[in-house]
């Protein structure tokens, strides 16, 4: 019997596993050595102003999809050198996931993550983060406030004429 892929299975088991939170590790900062090699950060499914400040930082790349699709290898590497703080922010702002935590902390932790995460994980986690990270729940109620229309002017009963 040959197994279908069913992409709804597949997109609920994603969000399950970002709710649970991914953890991953990375080396431990040096005043931390002594103790532990390695710590381990857990990525969780993001608040929505997480997700806002995620968003933002992946959308001032200004990388469309097509771009990244077919590139050469001296484009990949122009698009690292160019981009790559900003999406190391955004991994940096969903490992922190909270309001205060993220303004002040992002900066140092995107700078100690580029330095001690491989470029694959950094990737797998802002592509989680993008396409499973709520953006799909924020354009359904978009889309359902757009049709209740609550701004209509509601009009009453028909004038009859005498």
């Not at 597949?10 to 103790?35: C, D, H, M, S, T």
């Not at 990525?43 to 001032?60: D, E, F, I, N, Q």
């Amino acid at each position: 019997m040959v197994k279908t892929e069913n992409p709804a299975v597949e997109r609920r088991a994603a969000e399950n596993i970002l709710q649970r939170g991914v953890k991953f590790k990375i080396a431990a900062p040096w005043y931390i050595r002594w103790f532990k090699k390695t710590i381990t950060l857990k990525v969780k499914s993001p608040y929505y102003g997480t997700l806002m400040r995620a968003s933002a930082y992946y959308l001032s790349t200004g990388l469309k999809d097509h771009q990244i699709e077919d590139v050469t290898v001296e484009q990949s590497v122009a698009l690292m050198s160019v981009h790559g703080k900003a999406l190391s922010k955004a991994v940096a702002v969903s490992v922190l996931n909270g309001k205060w935590k993220g303004l002040l902390f992002t900066k140092p932790l995107a700078r100690y993550l580029r330095w001690h995460m491989t470029a694959q994980e950094m990737c797998a986690i802002v592509t989680m983060l993008l396409v499973y990270g709520g953006t799909s729940d924020f354009m359904n109620t978009t889309r359902s406030v757009r049709l209740m229309k609550a701004t209509t002017p509601k009009l009453g009963q028909k004038v009859q004429g005498s």
